[in-house]
Structures are given as C-alpha cells and as structure tokens.
C-alpha cells in the first residue's frame, strides 16, 4: 500500500464525518417517520448509488445466484435488524450518545472474533483494550441526566444493534472471495426485500409505535426528517460505502481502521451543533475510555500483522 498522503488523510476525515453524521439525521427522521421506515428508505436509497455503480462498471450482481442465502442473511443481520435497533433507540436517545454506543463495535467484534476467526485471537492488550473500552460504556450508563429508566432500553437496542453489524461483518467472510461493489449490491437488495414483509408482519402482530410502517405511507412529513432520511439512505449508507472502498483500496485496512477514532468525537460536535444536545462530564470521561480502547485493540492488531 502506498504512503498515505494528504488527500487520503481528507478523505478518511470526510468518511468519518458522513458516518458521524448519520447519528443526528437519525434523530431527525426519527421526528416524523418510525423506526421501521427509517430503516426501509435508508436501505433502498443506500442501494441507488452501489447498483448503479455496478451497472456502470458492468459488474455482475449475484444477488439471486447460488450463494444467495449468504447474501439475505447477512442483509438481515448486517442491516435490516441494525438499522432497525438504532432507529429505536435513538428516538430517546441524545445522537451523541448513540455515537459513542456504537463506537464500542471494534471492541464486540474483538470478543466475537477470537470465537469465530482463525487468525484474530484475543492476547492481553486485546483483553486490556476491550476492558477500558467497555468500562467507559457501563460508566456512561451511570449518566442519570441521559440515560435514566425512560430510554435505559433503547440505548441497549443501540448496543445490540451494533452487535449484529460485527455478527454481520463475520458472515460476510463467507463471500469475501467476489468483488465488494457486488457483495454490498447483493446485500442491500435482499435486504430491501426482506424489511417490507417483515415489517408487515410485526404490524399485524403487534401495531405498536415502534412497528408502525402503513401509518408512515403519506406525504405529510416534516420536511427535515424526509430530507434527513434521503440523506441517511444516499450518503451514508451509500456514497460513504464507495469512498470507504476507495480508501481500502489505495491505503488498506489499518489506515481505513482508523476512522473509529473519529467517529464519536465527530457525532458529540454534530449533535452539539445542529441539535444542542448535552454534553456531560461523563460523556467525555466514556468517550476517551472508548477511544483508548480502541487504540489499543488497533494496535494490538497491527504488532500481530508485523509479527506474523
């Protein structure tokens, strides 16, 4: 890989930006449009720009070929149920807040890897890293000004929800061997197909508010939340997949991997900007806890590499 030069550096701060992002506007769809909705248009925008780039490309997509049971499941598991969670939870919860929930995601996948990965084994600065990064989370869920007995389950729906994107990124090893333009394209197609029956189905069993997708088909939302919700699905979701796969690309996974660094600091100014959300002593006490958490787990990861 090449030595990372100045636009690479802008360009992985942009991608953490886009992704930071996303928490706010969830918020923000969230005043006008269901959790179930909000994770169907952000999944069927977010197919636009992959689709088309495959189409642009002439790069065949598998969706429906021999393998297409990998490609739902992982649809389910690595986006429709996630996104589901999230929606949910940010609805009573700050954006910053779900921003540093879901920045714990290096740290699950650090457990869920020694498990299920050959080559990826927890060793002590591993152990180390995932007991800091964690002990900020339990320490944030002591915030009484945030997190209280009111939306004490929707920031867990947050931490489940980034549970199944690690679950989601280990099935996906599964078709690791076909182009990543077509794998996502795949994905994203059947999850589109999935979250409409599914949704229709826990309607009719339980029309709660959090299940609510009929009531939602109307043209009389709030414009922020429908422009937020377009931008989730188009930016984010997609174009933000494009530039990622650039920067793994020209300067590979260790560079790419830092952009969880960025995220959570990114998502507490965004939420403080555009929302006025509070920002508490905790907060920032969780947030560094995370971050050298992280840190921590990422280099542990880059000795193993120069070891091997």
Not at 20 to 41: D, E, Q, R, W
Not at 64 to 89: E, M, Q
Not at 257 to 274: C, E, N, R
Request: a positive charge; charged letters at 10%; glycine letters at 6%.
């Amino acid at each position: 890989m090449k030595e990372p030069k100045i636009i690479d550096y802008f360009l992985l701060t942009l991608l953490a930006l886009i992704w930071a992002s996303a928490f706010f506007n969830i918020k923000i769809a969230t005043y006008s449009y269901g959790p179930v909705m909000i994770a169907f248009l952000r999944i069927f925008f977010g197919a636009i720009p992959v689709v088309g780039l495959c189409l642009i490309k002439k790069i065949k997509i598998e969706a429906f070929s021999k393998d297409w049971y990998w490609f739902a499941l992982i649809g389910v598991i690595n986006l429709v149920i996630p996104f589901f969670l999230i929606a949910y939870g940010v609805q009573k919860v700050q954006s910053n807040l779900a921003a540093i929930l879901m920045a714990s995601t290096p740290l699950s996948a650090t457990i869920l890897a020694h498990f299920f990965t050959k080559n990826e084994k927890i060793n002590f600065i591993k152990v180390l890293g995932v007991f800091i990064g964690f002990s900020g989370i339990v320490f944030l869920f002591y915030d009484k000004f945030l997190i209280n007995e009111q939306n004490f389950i929707s920031a867990i729906f947050i931490l489940v929800g980034s549970t199944f994107y690690v679950i989601g990124g280990l099935l996906t090893l599964r078709v690791s061997n076909k182009k990543n333009e077509n794998v996502t394209s795949s994905i994203l197609i059947w999850a589109t197909i999935f979250i409409l029956p599914i949704s229709l189905i826990l309607y009719y069993f339980n029309p709660t508010d959090a299940f609510i997708f009929i009531d939602d088909l109307h043209f009389s939302h709030r414009l922020d939340s429908t422009l937020s919700l377009i931008y989730l699905g188009t930016v984010p979701t997609g174009i933000a997949w494009l530039l990622r796969f650039r920067i793994l690309k020209n300067n590979g996974l260790v560079f790419q991997a830092q952009v969880a660094y960025l995220i959570p600091i990114f998502g507490i100014m965004l939420g403080y900007i555009f929302l006025s959300e509070l920002i508490t002593p905790k907060v920032i006490v969780a947030l560094i806890a995370v971050i050298i958490g992280i840190y921590l787990v990422k280099k542990s990861n880059k000795v193993s590499i120069n070891t091997s």
